[in-house]
């Protein structure tokens, strides 16, 4: 019988091992995702050496299984022979065409899509396409507030707690991943931009290499009383330092939210990694 726990420290190599992102290309199976949400989505893991896999009591569902794709298949077979109501995300296309064979359906979860955008539009570097929109945001914030901007350390950490206990509420279960993601910043491999601006109001930026070509953004926070503007502000920043090292931004999701998904579009998504789910 397969025994799931919750995620430690220790599993960073193991996931990071069996997840090839050309399989997987979603930042949620990634492990600086998977470590950060497990209080908020009820995130617990299970596997052998060669294949892991993750059960969300948030979602009622597996999430894919990765690493040997013969131990892949064989734990959705079996599951789905134990378990009447199993559910599963972000399949692979060989897994969601397997899983289509014992009478599954899959389907589209707007809400777990993840955006993705070009790191030089985020940069507004030249012929590179970017919303006029975002364009006057940045703009706009530049001409009309002093500010200076630093890449984010470990010793910033009291500091960053300090500006997210002066922030604005942000999305359910962003104070416990701020927590895990402060608590654990080198193990996660985060990184970021801290902006101050004249007058001593602040604001911050988190993320992490994903891929070879993506930088996953994780979390922004300001203190309350900046300009609306800050958010893109703070995605231009990033992405200027981003630029010649990384191709694109993994957004993340919209979790169903009209207004996320508004601001997400901001940012000229290239790309959107879809997430099926299956049921029976």
Known sequence: MITFRSLEPEDREWVMRCRDPREHPFTALSFTSLFSWQKTYGLTISGSRDFF?????????????????????????????KESDARFLYLTREQSAEIQKEGFHVLLRDDLSEYISDVGSLALLEGHHATNSYKMKVRH???????????????DIPLLNAIAENSAAGTAGDEDVLETET??????????CLLETQDGRRAFILGYPDTEETFTMTMTRHEEGLPSQITAVLVHELACRLAGQYRLINLEEDLGLAGLRRAKLLYSPVDRLNVYEAIR
């Open 183 to 192: 608590a654990y910043f080198d193990h996660l491999g985060l990184t970021g």
């Open 141 to 155: 914030f530049q001409k009309g507030v002093p500010f200076s901007v630093r890449p984010v350390t470990e010793r």
């Open 53 to 81: 896999v993750i059960r969300s009591w948030h979602d009622h569902a597996y999430y894919s299984p990765c690493g040997e794709k013969d131990q892949c298949l064989r734990f959705i077979r079996d599951t789905i022979r």
